[in-house]
Every structure is written in C-alpha cells, then in structure tokens.
C-alpha cells in the first residue's frame, strides 16, 4: 500500500466520521473535534493490532527456541524477569526466578539451548529448587523425551514442562516478544538474486546452462526412476477403471517419460 493510499483511506475515514457525528449531533465544531479525537483513538488501536499480528505471523515456536538458545542462559534470566508482571514480585536467583502466583511460590527455570531438555537441566533445576523451595517448579525448554519426564517425577519436588507453544502464547498477549533477529529471509533472498544475476552477467549463456544442469541433475536423481515408474504403472490401471481414461494414459506415459530421465540422469 502506497503513501498515497493510506492518506486516502484515512481521509475517507475521517469524512465518514464527521458526517456521523454531525448527522447525530447536528453541531459541526463539536462534530470535528469528536471525529478527530476517534480517528487519531481508532488509527492507534488498529496500528496496534497490525502490529501484533505481524508479530505472531512472523515468530513460530522453532523461532522462538533458537532465539533464546542464542541469548544464552543469563539473558534468558533477564528476559523472563521483565517478561513477568511486578505484582508477582520476580527475583533472579541461581539459574531461574523465584515469583508467586496466587500464594503459591514458583521457580522458572529456562533451560533453551540447541538441543532438548536433558537430565542436566532437570538436575540443575532441582538443586536450584533444593535452595528456595518453591512449592512447583516450571522449566522452559524444548520438547524432552519420556525418559526424562519419569527422571524428574522420581525428584522429591513437583516439576512441570511448560511447552514453547504456551510460552509464545504467553509472550504474545503480553506483548513482550522478543525482537525476531532471524527473520532475514527478504535480505537473504535479495542477496541470493543478486549474486545469481550478477553470476549470470559475468558468464552469459554458459553459466545459465551450468546453473539449470545442476538443477536438474539434483531433481531427476537415479533413485526416483522406481517410484515414477511405480505411478506411471499405477495411473495406467487405473484409466481402465475411470471415463477419464485419455487423462490417466497421458499422465501414464508423463510418469513413464520421467522414469527414463532419471535412469539417464548422469548424461543430463
């Protein structure tokens, strides 16, 4: 959408407006100042909600656990302390964060790192709980095998693994996300382009070829001739038990023609 536009949009929008309100007001200076206190209300309130909503398109959960696993452990603290409200009163203490919840005292142990939650984590969880005595104990991290789960129910404290999808539930409705420095796929793609015309200017036609051989030698590999032909005998038994037998026979042979450039796909 051009500048263009959104001036437009919001200029219409302001125009309606005003004619609501004089319409139910019948008074034109009372009308102006109301329509624009609601315009400038509803422009705010629908950036915001542009915004959040671009916020949770662009963070996925795989995002959000390589994010924190690039903070590191102490940033991870920080993070989790500001992300929690001050009436729950957080303190950092060791390797998690001591708040209370409704009388009920909890530790929050983030434990993201590159891999899943392992029996470290569980066990520095523990000993950290072993210190302030919480009355449960939440560790954030990824998904961890069942070993683990039955590890840290034979702990002599209640411990619970709150999955990545509830803590960017969490982080989305209060607004605290974390700035997505991983989202540069529009750069990458651009410097891609880029370095792929620039290849192509410098070799001309040479180097288109080469390019689009080795894109296909890495589509029609050897190992694909067996299931083209599978489908191709597949499509063609299949015309005899359909009307559309002329579309099957053709799609048939399409399957079988493909079959054949992968067994010669060395030659390509």
């Known amino acids: 959408m051009s500048i263009l536009d959104k001036i437009v949009i919001g200029l219409s929008a302001f125009l309606a407006m005003t004619f609501l309100c004089v319409s139910l007001s019948g008074n034109w200076p009372f009308s102006l100042i109301l329509s624009f206190l609601l315009f400038i209300l509803g422009e705010r309130v629908l950036r915001l909600l ?3 909503v671009h916020a949770k398109k662009k963070m996925r959960t795989i995002d959000l656990e390589l994010l924190f696993a690039v903070m590191g452990q102490n940033d991870q603290l920080s993070f989790f302390a500001n992300a ?31 891999g899943s939650v392992g029996y470290e984590d ?27 789960l039955l590890f840290a ?4 404290v209640v411990i619970e693994f709150v999955p990545s999808a509830k803590v960017l539930s969490y982080l989305y409705r209060q607004n605290k996300l974390p700035d997505n420095i991983l989202n540069n796929d529009s750069e990458k793609k651009k410097k891609t382009v880029k370095s792929t015309l620039l290849y192509y200017k410098k070799n001309g036609i040479s180097g288109f070829l080469t390019s ?11 190992k694909r001739a067996k299931w083209f032909f599978l489908s191709s005998v597949s499509l063609a038994i299949f015309s005899f038990l359909t ?14 023609i493909l079959a054949t450039v992968c067994l010669f796909s060395r030659k390509i």
Do not use: H
């Open 50 to 52: 542009i915004s959040r």
């Open 153 to 156: 129910k034979k702990l002599p």
């Open 243 to 256: 009307p559309l037998k002329i579309y099957y026979l053709s799609m048939s042979i399409l399957c079988f």
């Open 122 to 148: 569980v066990t520095k969880a523990y000993r950290c709980s072993v210190q302030s005595k919480p009355e449960k104990v939440l560790i954030l991290g990824k998904n961890c095998t069942r070993d683990i």
């Open 212 to 222: 689009l051989r080795t894109i296909l030698n890495d589509i029609f590999l050897r």
């Open 84 to 114: 929690l409200p001050n009436c729950f009163s957080p303190e950092i203490v060791d390797c998690g964060i001591l708040f209370t919840v409704d009388c009920e005292r909890l530790l929050l142990v983030p434990c993201y790192k590159f």
